[in-house]
């Protein structure tokens, strides 16, 4: 005979896989390049790093918002397309970091 759960189990079970399915969603690029025992060892250390990748997500977020408002003298400076090419490229690599950072897929990486 099948156990089954009662209604209030049966919720706890449900967020309990949903949290794990949330607290699992990393990057593959984290185990890329690694094999066997040590992939799976790193992956390990990442998923129980989720403190300091959403601490690193939220401070990836604040850069890149400070980014998005550039100041009156940007414009008015000569090299400003320069600058724009800058600050397009750390948007880039900002964005490439939250991809890496984002856990739980709450971050507007556009």
């Known amino acids: ?45 990442i998923k129980n790093s989720s403190m300091l990748l959403d601490r690193l997500t939220e401070i990836v977020e604040q850069q890149i918002q400070s980014l998005h408002a550039p100041s009156k003298e940007d414009y008015d400076n000569s090299a400003w397309a320069f600058k724009q090419a800058d600050r397009n490229g750390q948007l880039r690599a900002y964005r490439d970091i939250l991809t890496l950072t984002d856990r739980k897929g709450r971050t507007n990486i556009g």
């Open 1 to 45: 005979m099948k156990n089954k759960l009662s209604p209030v189990n049966l919720v706890l079970d449900n967020q309990r896989k949903l949290w794990y399915n949330i607290s699992m969603a990393i990057s593959t690029k984290w185990g890329s390049n690694l094999k066997g025992k040590e992939k799976e060892t790193f992956e390990g250390v």
